[in-house]
């Protein structure tokens, strides 16, 4: 294909369909590029910049098949180094006092090979770096993986996070989570099951202690944050910031609940848990409380 055919696909159409997603997606511009074998042809939008080898790409889901294909590059050239790289190398003694994650052991046991195939046991975090500061640096942003927990052992569960554009079967169940839809897990149906769960209305931390383990009786039987099995990056913020909270009213205050008429209550009114994020109660939770002499 010559680079006039290729200049030729650049059509009006092609420009009417990509000024109308630019429209709808506020994007300010856009430099896109179509490239076969040696053959390219570019095109600049909205403005008119053109695409140089210093132009920046947001590779998003390729960017670990980019960042493979450079390492096995390097692997592929060990005959030219005194020290050859594996896909078994260790990262932690790549950059030793970059690296390091909240265990121990992954940390020593964490391979290229691990990281490159979603084997890491951090499936989730890497939506974190949306929340980088602006100027902090990629070396900044590695050392903030020791404060993240671990969703499963290095090199257990293939765990990819990503957006799948295509019917998700569930299982042999028989059943499709179709392409384009969003999947959620309910929790009162799991958490307020009473055949899992007896008397679920009840406090009773007991129910977790190993000679009960209600919450291991059949399998995603708990969820107590976020929507799945990877851990929430913001958990560890808000459980802080709630126990912060509680601490300081506990420590000025005596309550008890109570309706809104001031009348005592054995339990808060009940809160609908299976709508995304906040899971407020339908009724506002009141209490009667005094000031700690």
């Known amino acids: 294909m010559s680079s006039d055919l290729l200049q030729s696909l650049l059509t009006p159409e092609l420009d009417e369909c990509i000024e109308a997603a630019l429209e709808r997606m506020r994007v300010p511009g856009m430099t896109f590029a179509i490239v076969h074998e040696h053959d390219t042809s570019t095109r600049e939008m909205l403005p008119a910049k053109r695409m140089t080898t210093e132009s920046l790409f947001q590779t998003a889901d390729t960017t670990m098949g980019f960042t493979a294909a450079a390492v096995s590059m390097v692997i592929d ?60 640096t990629l070396v900044e942003a590695v050392e903030k993986l020791r404060h993240l927990d671990l969703a499963h052992d290095p090199r257990t569960e293939f765990h990819y996070c990503a957006h799948i554009g295509q019917d998700l079967p569930i299982g042999k169940s028989g059943e499709v989570i179709p392409r384009e839809s969003y999947a959620f897990y309910f929790f009162d149906q799991v958490h307020y099951d009473p055949t899992i769960y007896p008397d679920p209305n009840k406090w009773d931390p007991g129910r977790y202690l190993p000679d009960r383990a209600e919450d291991k009786k059949v399998p995603l039987s708990w969820l107590g944050f976020g929507a799945g099995g990877h851990v929430c990056t913001g958990m560890r913020f808000a459980k802080l910031q709630m126990n912060i909270t509680i601490a300081h009213f506990v420590s000025k205050f005596d309550f008890s609940l109570c309706d809104g008429q001031g009348n005592p209550m054995a339990c808060p009114p009940p809160s609908d848990r299976n709508k995304q994020k906040a899971s407020r109660p339908d009724n506002p939770v009141q209490l009667r409380y005094s000031i700690r002499v």
């Open 77 to 136: 050239d060990d005959r030219f180094s005194a020290e050859p790289l594996t896909w078994d190398e260790r990262i932690s003694s790549l950059i030793p006092d970059t690296f390091e994650l909240p265990d121990r052991n992954a940390t020593r046991s964490t391979t290229l090979e691990d990281a490159l195939s979603h084997r890491s046991g951090l499936p989730a975090h890497w939506y974190a770096m949306d929340l980088a500061r602006p100027a902090e």
